[in-house]
Nanobody, 114 residues
Framework: QVQLVESGGGLVQAGGSLRLSCAAS????????MDWYRQAPGKQREWVAT???????NYADSVKGRFTISRDNAKNTVSLQMNSLKLEDTGVYYC????????WGQGTQVTVSS
């Protein structure tokens, strides 16, 4: 079993920045993928960014150039630096790990205000 705990959410004005973190614990042999998803009110959960154990990263077009995902394989952590936040970035952000089963964190709220 793997447990994921997110932190770093909060309220920020448009144009501001936030940094989310996710720590994995438990029986971990190998986490192939760690990524972030988000869910806005009334919308489906959507993929935001991925970091693989090999070091590659990918981003949704909506966040490319504004968000940066980083991963520490030794510590089993993944972070999401979010800059130039927009109102539409508001939502609950979830950390996901593929190890190889899929695990989800409980989510952390990000609210961007005008």
């Amino acid at each position: 079993q793997v447990q994921l705990v997110e932190s770093g959410g909060g309220l920020v004005q448009a144009g501001g920045s936030l940094r989310l973190s996710c720590a994995a614990s438990g029986t971990i042999f190998s986490i192939n993928i760690m990524d972030w998803y988000r869910q806005a009110p009334g919308k489906q959960r959507e993929w935001v960014a991925t970091a693989t154990s090999a070091g590659s990263t990918n981003y949704a077009d909506s966040v490319k150039g504004r968000f940066t995902i980083s991963r520490d394989n030794a510590k089993n952590t993944v972070s999401l630096q979010m800059n130039s936040l927009k109102l539409e970035d508001t939502g609950v952000y979830y950390c996901r790990a593929v190890a190889p089963r899929v695990y989800w964190g409980q989510g952390t709220q990000v609210t961007v205000s005008s």
